[in-house]
Nanobody, 127 residues
C-alpha cells in the first residue's frame, strides 16, 4: 500500500482546510485509515480514524467537533475536513493505514498499530 497526502497549506485561524490521502494497492479500500499530526518539537499525535466500513470513527478530544474523516472508496481516497482551525493545529499531517480493517478506539489512536504511512503534508495556521 502506498499513500499520498496532499492539501496542506497556509490558512488563517478560524478557516478550513481539507486534506486528502490517496491510496494505492488492492487492500486500501478495505483498510481503516487514521490521521496523525506532528508539530515541531512534539511527538506524533492521533487526530482521527475511520474504519473500513465507515461505522467506526474516532477523534482526538482536541479536534472533536471541528475535524471529520470521510472516505470515497471509489476514488481510493480518505479525507480530513478541518474547520475552525487554530494556531495549535499547525503541524505536519500524516495519513496511515491501520493493520486491521476496524478497531477499537485505544488501538485506533496508537501509531504502532499502523503499517503504512504517507509522506505528510504541512498545515500552518496563522493568527
Amino acid at each position: 500500500v502506498q499513500l499520498q497526502a496532499s492539501g496542506g497549506g497556509l490558512v488563517q485561524a478560524g478557516g478550513s482546510l481539507t486534506l486528502s490521502c490517496a491510496g494505492s494497492g488492492r487492500t486500501f479500500s478495505s483498510s481503516a485509515v487514521g490521521w496523525f499530526r506532528q508539530a515541531p518539537g512534539k511527538e506524533r499525535e492521533f487526530v482521527g480514524y475511520r474504519g473500513w466500513g465507515g461505522v467506526a470513527t474516532y477523534y482526538a478530544d482536541s479536534v472533536k467537533g471541528r475535524f471529520a474523516v470521510s472516505r470515497d472508496n471509489a476514488k481510493n481516497t480518505v479525507y480530513l475536513q478541518m474547520n475552525n482551525l487554530t494556531v495549535e493545529d499547525t503541524a505536519v499531517y500524516y495519513c496511515a493505514v491501520h493493520r486491521y480493517s476496524d478497531s477499537v478506539a485505544s488501538l485506533a489512536s496508537s501509531p504502532v498499530e499502523y503499517d503504512y504511512w504517507g509522506q505528510g503534508t504541512q498545515v500552518t495556521v496563522s493568527s
